[in-house]
């Protein structure tokens, strides 16, 4: 077959059979441009076929349809289980490995890291011993000769700080 006589076979059979391919989608999907995206793929398969396929396109051209329908149920379920697996392991507290969360988190730490040594040096203790240390307001107070709301005025500047810093770097 020559590429002129090509070309107009696959204008004919897009003319002849694109409303009914279109319709057959749309029943399927329920969606205009995926049905129109379906289509397209059809003519996309049948364009791709030799010569001698070609000229029987025409016999099975819903078949390819039906077919790309499949691939596209099969790809769904895949998508489907692959977030249902993420939503499991998300409720169990499980941090996948993603590139992009690491280089995130990493990201984070460098500016926290940075905050921390811009805040002032009695800041910047209250809040590791109250953050880090975990010990409470009271004994924090008594170490410094401060009282508890002062404690945790510190803790309060910090933590507004930081959270500034890590908001900046978004």
Known sequence: MQVGDRQEALADMHRDHRPGLLAFFLRRVH??????????????????????????ADAYIFQVAANLLRDR????????DFAAGARAIDGRGVDPIDPH????????????RAGLEDLPERTRQIFLLFRYEQLDYRTIAESFGISSSAVQKHVYRAMAYLVDRLGEAE
């Open 73 to 80: 149920a099969r790809r769904m379920a895949v998508r489907r």
């Open 31 to 56: 969606n205009h441009s995926e049905a129109e995206d379906l289509t397209q793929e059809v003519f996309a398969r049948i364009a791709a076929m030799d010569d001698v396929e070609m000229r029987r």
């Open 101 to 112: 969360r690491v280089a995130a988190g990493r990201e984070a730490v460098h500016i926290l």
